[in-house]
Every structure is written in C-alpha cells, then in structure tokens.
C-alpha cells in the first residue's frame, strides 16, 4: 500500500522524536545542565543532614538507575540511564520511553535532573531502608494535546517539557514520598493527597503546593 499523508507525516513525526532525544543527548554532552549550580556535578544534593561530602561524592559516583512501572500500562523497567560520569545513551533513550506520553504515544527528550532526582530518591531509599520498589509513574511527558485533555493541568505544565512526573509508591505513603522529593529543593512538589493520590515532581522553580 502506497504511503498516505497520514502514514508519512507518523513517520515524520517519528524521526523528530529520535532527533529531539540526540539532541537532549548532544545538550547534556555538552554540559547543558550546567546552568543550575546544583546540577553541574549530580543533578542535586544529598540532604545535608545525612551525607557529608565524601558520601555525596561516592552515591553520584554509582551507576544512576531507575526502577519504574507505568500505572497505566504495567510495564516495569529497571534502567541505568549514567555511569563512569556519563550518560548511558541508550539506557537514556529507554528512561524516555518509559516516561512517553502513553495516551498520544509519543516520547521526548526527559530533563536529566529529574532523572537524578528518581535515581537519588530511589537510591536512598534503598541504602538507608533496604526499600527497592518501582516507583509508579501516573504521567510523564504529555504532549500539549495529552496536557489539555487532563484534568486539572496547568496550561503551562512543566509535563510538556520533558521536566515533571507524577507518581506514588504502593508501600509509601505519598505525604512521605513528596517530603523527601522536597528535602532536595531541586523544584516543584505537589502534593495530591485527595483520591488522586500522587506526588507531582518538576525541576522547574522551587515551589510547594498541597491540594489537602
Ligand atoms: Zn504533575
């Protein structure tokens, strides 16, 4: 069957999505996440309280990965997306699938903080409380479709960018989940603690908000 419009403009659709990942590549190959002090080296601080500066340096240093599972299709991946001080280009490129807009099924390039923030929360937990569940993501990126479509999103939602994901865990409560996410002061933290049940994290501004 010949190519129709609709078919080309997919693939066409497809490829900008591969090129916007490599570029999200080429710009944290190129120190593209330098421009927040906190990110240069790690993406974020261990809280202070917990870690000196050696037991900071050594948790970076660990190959970065994440453990999730996607609530609304139940796949479960556990990916390293950095090691030996940089990033794994296809284990990136997985993280990013994972965290794809699965109502449009579309992917993009994820903010590499917020990949940091995961890894670190994750990371943690698990040293200190031997806790290795999947982190369960109800959205990550959304195309400006998916966004307007969902309930009670913000026009500008950082979820479009690539730079915002929701999500719980099924033994956490989500009031811990969202302090913890704080503790960082790494961006944004909702804290949908009403039937939704979900913490909203973002590596926007630095910013708390509760809808309890
Ligand atoms: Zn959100």
Same mark, same amino acid.
């Given at each position: 069957?010949?190519?129709?419009?609709?078919?080309?403009?997919?693939?066409?659709?497809?490829?900008?999505?591969? +090129?916007?990942?490599?570029?999200?590549?080429?710009?944290?190959?190129?120190?593209?996440?330098?421009?927040?002090?906190?990110?240069?080296?790690?993406?974020?601080?261990?809280?202070?309280?917990?870690?000196?500066? +050696?037991?900071?340096? +050594?948790?970076?240093?660990?190959?970065?990965?994440?453990?999730?599972?996607?609530?609304?299709?139940?796949?479960?991946?556990?990916?390293?997306?950095?090691?030996?001080?940089?990033?794994?280009?296809?284990?990136?490129?997985?993280?990013?699938?994972?965290?794809?807009?699965?109502?449009?099924?579309?992917?993009?390039?994820?903010?590499?903080?917020?990949?940091?923030?995961?890894?670190?929360?994750?990371?943690?937990?698990?040293?200190?409380?031997?806790?290795?569940?999947?982190?369960?993501?109800?959205?990550?990126?959304?195309?400006?479709?998916?966004?307007?479509?969902?309930?009670?999103?913000?026009?500008?939602?950082?979820?479009?960018?690539?730079?915002?994901?929701?999500?719980?865990?099924?033994?956490?409560?989500?009031?811990?989940?969202?302090?913890?996410?704080?503790?960082?002061?790494?961006?944004?933290?909702?804290?949908?603690?009403?039937?939704?049940?979900?913490?909203?994290?973002?590596?926007?501004?630095?910013?708390?908000?509760?809808?309890?």
């Amino acid at each position: 069957m010949a190519d129709t419009p609709g078919h080309a403009l997919l693939l066409k659709r497809r490829q900008f999505l591969v +090129a916007g990942i490599g570029a999200g590549l080429t710009a944290l190959a190129a120190g593209g996440t330098q421009a927040n002090p906190l990110s240069k080296r790690t993406g974020l601080a261990l809280p202070t309280h917990y870690a000196d500066a +050696a037991q900071a340096e +050594a948790f970076w240093a660990q190959p970065r990965v994440v453990n999730l599972t996607r609530a609304a299709t139940g796949e479960h991946r556990r990916v390293c997306f950095w090691r030996d001080g940089a990033v794994v280009p296809g284990g990136y490129r997985e993280v990013c699938h994972v965290l794809r807009d699965v109502r449009g099924q579309q992917a993009t390039a994820m903010d590499l903080r917020l990949l940091n923030m995961l890894f670190g929360m994750q990371s943690w937990l698990y040293a200190v409380h031997g806790f290795d569940e999947p982190y369960l993501v109800t959205s990550g990126y959304r195309s400006e479709h998916t966004n307007a479509n969902t309930e009670g999103a913000a026009k500008n939602s950082l979820h479009v960018k690539g730079m915002a994901v929701d999500g719980r865990y099924a033994n956490l409560p989500a009031e811990f989940v969202g302090k913890f996410l704080a503790s960082y002061r790494a961006g944004g933290v909702g804290f949908y603690l009403d039937r939704r049940n979900f913490i909203h994290t973002d590596v926007g501004k630095v910013r708390f908000w509760s809808t309890k």
